[in-house]
C-alpha cells in the first residue's frame, strides 16, 4: 500500500484561486499613535466602522486615532488607603493612646525575657 500511495498536494492546504477577476472591497488606511510614539497604519473597508483605539504593533499598549478627539477622562475617586480608613474609625488622640498601650505591652514583655 506503501508504495502505492496516492502523491499530490494536501486536502484544502494550497487555494488555486487567484485575484485576477476580482474586485476587493474599497479601502481606507486610517493611522493610530500610541503614548510612545509609534505611528500604527492599518487598512480597513470603508463601509467599516472605524474604532477610536487599536492595538500599537510595536510595545502593545493602546493607540488612538490620529484625527480622533481624545476621549474623555472618567472622574475616579483617588484610592483609599489603610491610614485613611482607619482615620475614618479613629481620631489621632485614640490612636496614640494605642499606640502607647502597645509599647507599654512590648516593653514590659522585653523586661521579662531579659
Known amino acids: 500500500m506503501g508504495e502505492r500511495a ?3 498536494t ?4 494550497t487555494s488555486y484561486e487567484n485575484d485576477r477577476n476580482t474586485d ?3 479601502r481606507q488606511e ?3 499613535t500610541c503614548p510612545k510614539g509609534h505611528l ?3 487598512p480597513l473597508a470603508v463601509e ?3 474604532p477610536t483605539t487599536w492595538e500599537c504593533r510595536h510595545c502593545g499598549s493602546p493607540a488612538l486615532r490620529v484625527d480622533a478627539e481624545q476621549p474623555q477622562q472618567k472622574k ?8 485613611d480608613m482607619l482615620l ?4 489621632i488622640e485614640d490612636l496614640e493612646e494605642v499606640l502607647n498601650e502597645r509599647l507599654a505591652i512590648l516593653r514590659e514583655q522585653r523586661r521579662r525575657s531579659a
Open 6 to 8: 496516492l502523491r499530490g
Open 10 to 13: 494536501r486536502l484544502g492546504a
Open 24 to 26: 476587493l472591497a474599497p
Open 30 to 32: 486610517v493611522s493610530y
Open 40 to 42: 500604527t497604519t492599518v
Open 48 to 50: 467599516a466602522e472605524i
Open 76 to 83: 475616579a475617586k483617588p484610592p483609599r488607603t489603610h491610614w
Open 88 to 91: 475614618e474609625r479613629r481620631s
